[in-house]
Every structure is written in C-alpha cells, then in structure tokens.
T-cell receptor, first 112, second 116 residues
Framework: QKEVEQDPGPLSVPEGAIVSLNCTYS??????FMWYRQYSRKGPELLMY????GNKEDGRFTAQVDKSSKYISLFIRDSQPSDSATYLC????????????FGKGTKLSVIP | GAVVSQHPSWVICKSGTSVKIECRSL??????MFWYRQFPKQSLMLMAT?????????EQGVEKDKFLINHASLTLSTLTVTSAHPEDSSFYIC????????????FGSGTRLTVV
C-alpha cells in the first residue's frame, strides 16, 4: 500500500461547480497536510496547509483533514477555468527539514 | 512571498554529457533544499535532501555519483546530472523552506531535461 493515495482523474467539471479532491494516507505520523496546484510544465505552488485535524478556509478553497480516517479533502467552490490544473496533496511528519510525501495528483479541467 | 528560482527551465543535451541545474532562494535563506523528479502523469519523487555546508542525503535507489548535489550557500543548491542518458530525461524540481520562517515549502518552476 502506498503511503499516499490520490485518484489521478482526470476530473472534468462545468464552470461554477463545486469540486472535491481527496487523498488517503497510511502513515499516522503525518501531521502537516498540504495542497499544491501545478500547472503544466511548472513547479507546484502551495495552496493551503493544515496542521493536524480540522478545516481551513481561504477564499473559494476549503481544506479538511480527518486524521481518524486518514483522509484529507480540498473543496473548490465556484470553480473557474483558471482552476484547471493538477492538484497534489502532500504530507509531512513535521515542519522544518521534514520531507514531503506527495500523492500522484488529480488533473482537473473546468469547462467554461 | 518566498520565491525560488530554478534554471534552466529546459535543456537538451547529448547522451554522455553532464548538465547542471541551479536552484536559488531569492529573498530568503534556506538551510535545506529538496530535489524532486517527476515523470509524466506521476507524482513528485524525492531524490535527495540538500543541506547547506554538508553532504546531501539521497533517497534509496538514487545514485549519488550520478546526481551530484552541492549546497554551497544558504541561497543556492545545484544538481548536476553526470553522464546523462535518455532514461534520465525527466522534469526536475527543487524546493526550499525559509530557515526559521513560517511553514511552507516553495518550489522552483522546474527543469525539463531531455537527453538525446
């Protein structure tokens, strides 16, 4: 079983839809949970990070972490064509020099 | 916000030659930088952790003599792919975190290496 599982998609939604992206993980040591957005041929950019369980909201984006289920989610409200990208979840056992473990990424297309 | 500059953005080289990729933190100091490799439709795979002033730590299966990492200053890490072969063709990405700063790893824009 891989440490982080993420459905690679692709996922296609109409503009304005609510998008739900998810990852599951097996390592209970993970404490920090991140979502990155990666456009084609570019490096990932950090969208949100969450420490331990709970919700975090930033504009149209909401990140949820359920450590008891080892399940994290990213919700995108009122999706826009500019949201079309690959979304990667990433996790770390700690801050500082701790390495990140990534999911495979979900490719999202928002159709105008 | 924190910016990581990575150069070149793409490079084509002949088989057997070496290629150097630079990763610079532009407005912050980074004690630790990370080098990743990404194949098409695959996730980022950590190759090595680069520590300023000391030897890099390589992940299992990564040849340290082939992928030379130098982290000579708090703002610069380099990855040299030595004696490159077509199977080394990939997307290489570095990341860094500001020493003592808020949580968050900033990634470079990546380098697409094609070995012909």
């Amino acid at each position: 079983q891989k440490e982080v599982e993420q459905d690679p998609g692709p996922l296609s939604v109409p503009e304005g839809a609510i998008v739900s992206l998810n990852c599951t993980y097996s390592n209970s040591a993970f404490q920090y949970f991140m979502w990155y957005r990666q456009y084609s041929r570019k490096g990932p950019e950090l969208l949100m990070y969450t420490y331990s369980s709970g919700n975090k909201e930033d504009g149209r984006f909401t990140a949820q972490v359920d450590k008891s289920s080892k399940y994290i989610s990213l919700f995108i409200r009122d999706s826009q064509p500019s949201d079309s990208a690959t979304y990667l979840c990433a996790m770390s056992a700690g801050a500082g020099s701790y390495q990140l473990t990534f999911g495979k990424g979900t490719k999202l297309s928002v159709i105008p | 916000g924190a910016v990581v500059s990575q150069h070149p953005s793409w490079v084509i080289c002949k088989s057997g030659t070496s290629v150097k990729i630079e990763c610079r933190s532009l407005d912050f100091q980074a004690t630790t930088m990370f080098w990743y490799r990404q194949f098409p439709k695959q996730s980022l795979m950590l190759m090595a952790t680069s520590n300023e002033g000391s030897k890099a730590t390589y992940e299992q299966g990564v040849e340290k003599d082939k992928f030379l990492i130098n982290h000579a200053s708090l703002t610069l890490s380099t990855l040299t792919v030595t004696s490159a072969h077509p199977e080394d063709s990939s997307f290489y990405i570095c990341s860094a975190r500001e020493t003592g700063g808020a949580f968050g790893y900033t990634f470079g824009s990546g380098t697409r290496l094609t070995v012909v």
